[in-house]
């Protein structure tokens, strides 16, 4: 039997995750059945689940992916970056995130699991890079960098929900009133 390439294993495990994560975003968690899950990605429940232990697997790699995401974007482009990307982004996507923080806040094996596969140091990456931020004079060191942290939560969360529901933000304004609130003085 022909050996299948890492590439080729790669490519399809990104094929079904794309997949999956129209079926979440167009029906939840609960309403992407597994036969919703192979019309969407084209492939049989074998062929799936070769890849994945079972649909909460599938769900918890899209999880993961998406904070992995997130926190590379923080760390490349910073707070402005994030919010632009997060403002632009697909609303399958924002539909998918914000399933995933229902569920952490309605299903405690499904938290308890997503604690386990969330890359810890990465996760504080962003309270390193806000608190780098405020030492090298850029932002306000007068503002608990949690609180500018749960800023950046809170208009990230607001964008997406404003992407689910078909708004657009004038990103330009709201991260000018952004910096309004957190830049250090000059």
Known sequence: MPKVSEE????????????????????????????????????????????FEDKLDLFMALAAEDDRRWLADFDETGI?????????????????????????????????????????PEQRAAGRQIAELQKAGVLRDDVDRKAIASLVNLLAYGLMMFNVVGEHADIDAVLELVHRGIDAPK
Do not use: C, M
Request: charged share 30%; aromatic share 8%.
């Open 8 to 51: 080729h294993l790669a490519a399809r495990r990104a094929e079904i995750l794309a997949g999956a994560r129209r079926a979440f975003a167009a029906h939840g968690y609960e309403g992407a059945t597994v036969a919703k899950l192979e019309e969407e990605t084209g492939l049989s429940r074998g062929a799936i689940f070769n890849y």
């Open 80 to 120: 402005d970056g994030v919010l632009r990307r997060i403002a632009a982004e697909d609303p399958a996507w924002s539909r998918v995130y914000i399933e995933v923080v229902r569920r952490t806040t309605t299903d405690p094996e499904f938290a308890a699991r997503l604690e386990q596969a969330e890359p810890q």
